[in-house]
């Protein structure tokens, strides 16, 4: 089945201890995204990636960093997390090549740091 | 500078059409227009896109005025399960380009 999968789906830790949530995809997209939904705020791009190796910052990229190794994954590292992370948290792949791509989704992982 | 602006919420009776506007009139000539919703806090989920013509599948249509500003998603009869926020995005060639969301529109869906 074609997914976007994320791991943890929950996670609850203290400020300061380093975390990484990873997403992985199995449709050979090129395109990566992280976005955070926050009450309010709709959802926001914090990094994306173009292809392996290649990653720009999104509208909110302060407090994350990302890497793109290989084509499936696509982690997210909280080096510091600190209380205002705390937060709702997508991983979405596009295929790539052509201007109509739609984006798929994961689950969602809920942060909250203490 | 939101790309989009959307009414924060709207209501609709089961089985009538629902029509969710949305304005972006900066949209460039080769961006087109996107629509997603989530329900509750589950992934976005895609729904139907256009450039400038109207499209139509098996979810919804979506009208597209002419200067390209303004657009409109219809789902012609609206179920409970229907009830969402509903986004609509304007995207380019993905290379290159953040991807803003906006806060979408709260659709309710009432018996």
């Known amino acids: 089945e074609a997914q976007v999968t994320q791991n943890p789906r929950y996670l609850i830790t203290v400020t300061g201890k380093k975390l990484t949530v990873t997403c992985s995809q199995n449709m050979n997209h090129e395109y990566m995204s992280w976005y955070r939904q926050d009450p309010g705020l709709g959802l926001r791009q914090i990094y994306y990636s173009m292809n392996v190796e290649v990653t720009d910052k999104g509208d909110v990229p302060e407090g994350y960093k990302v890497s793109r190794k290989e084509k499936r994954n696509f982690p997210l590292i909280l080096e510091s997390p600190s209380p205002n992370q705390t937060s709702l948290y997508f991983c979405?792949?596009?295929?790539?090549?052509?201007?109509?791509?739609?984006?798929?989704f994961g689950p969602g992982t809920r942060l909250t740091v203490l | 500078d939101a790309k989009t602006t959307q009414p924060t919420s709207m209501d609709c009776a089961e089985g009538r059409a629902a029509n969710l506007p949305c304005n972006h009139s900066?949209?460039?000539?080769?961006?087109?227009v996107y629509w997603y919703r989530q329900i509750h806090s589950q992934g976005p989920q895609y729904i139907i896109h256009?450039?400038?013509n109207n499209e139509t599948n098996e979810m919804a249509s979506l009208i597209i005025t002419e200067d390209r500003k303004s657009s409109t998603l219809i789902l012609p009869h609206a179920t409970l399960r229907d009830t969402a926020v509903y986004y609509c995005i304007v995207q380019a060639y993905y290379s290159g380009s953040r991807l803003t969301f906006g806060e979408g529109t709260q659709l309710t869906v009432n018996p």
């Open positions: 900066t949209i460039s000539g080769n961006e087109y």
């Open positions: 256009g450039l400038k």
């Open positions: 979405a792949s596009i295929p790539g090549g052509g201007s109509t791509d739609t984006q798929y």
